[in-house]
Each structure stands twice: as C-alpha cells, then as structure tokens.
C-alpha cells in the first residue's frame, strides 16, 4: 500500500512540472483564432504566421517568456485576456511548438 501511494505522489510531481498544467489547450486554440494572432505573424513571418514560434533564435525560451510574450502580443491588440486565459494559450502553444517540459 505504502509503494502506491508513493508511485501515485511521484506521478503527481511529475505532472506539476510540466508548466501550464492549470490551462486548456482546446480553449487556448479557440482563444488563438478569435483573436487572429498569426494575422501580425504572417506580416513577419510571410504564409505562415506560425513559423514565429520555431523560427531559428526565437524569443520564447522558457515558460516564463512564453507568458512575458502573450502579454505583450495581446496588449496590442487590446485584448484584456485574464490570468487563465493567458494559461490556456499557453498550453496551446506550447503543446503544439514550444514543447517545455
Ligand atoms: C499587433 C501584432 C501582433 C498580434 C496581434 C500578435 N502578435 Fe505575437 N508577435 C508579434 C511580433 C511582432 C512578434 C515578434 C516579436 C519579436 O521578434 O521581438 C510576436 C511574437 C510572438 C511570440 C514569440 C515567438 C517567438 O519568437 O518565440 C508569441 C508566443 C506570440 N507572439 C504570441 C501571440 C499570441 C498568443 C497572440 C494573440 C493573443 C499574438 N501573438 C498576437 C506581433 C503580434
């Protein structure tokens, strides 16, 4: 009994590192087109705007970043995202590109 309920604890410690556990990948990605993130990104970027996220050097580094970035991109376009929905598309970015563990 005492081994489950170790192996259950280390698997619950495993899953918190993972960052933005708190946010939903799925509402991230409604999130992401609602606002047309990739319409600025596809001036930079050309066709594919998403190219931004795994273009060589590429400012987001760390899931830190990653939230720095989503603040900013938002400011400009006056969206007023909440702490949660700036979770959740973080959790879409990066399950889809980014990819932090
Ligand atoms: C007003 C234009 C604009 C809009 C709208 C915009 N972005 Fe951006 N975004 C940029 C620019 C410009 C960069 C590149 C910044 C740089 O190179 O310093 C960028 C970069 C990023 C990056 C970092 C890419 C990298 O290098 O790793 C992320 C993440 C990002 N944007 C997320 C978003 C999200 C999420 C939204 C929608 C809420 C959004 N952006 C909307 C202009 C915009």
Do not use: W
Request: proline share 2%; with cysteine; hydrophobic share 40%.
């Amino acid at each position: 009994m005492k081994i489950v309920l170790s192996v259950f604890l280390l698997l619950c410690g495993i899953a918190q590192a993972v960052p933005f556990t708190d946010g939903d990948a799925k509402a991230g990605k409604k999130l992401f087109e609602h606002y047309k993130c990739n319409s600025c990104h596809i001036g930079k970027m050309g066709g594919d705007g998403s190219a931004i996220f795994t273009r060589a050097n590429h400012k987001v580094t760390s899931p830190e970043k990653m939230i720095a970035q989503i603040k900013m991109c938002s400011g400009n376009v006056g969206a007023n995202l909440s702490a949660q929905e700036e979770q959740n598309l973080a959790a879409y970015l990066n399950q889809k590109y980014y990819k932090f563990k």
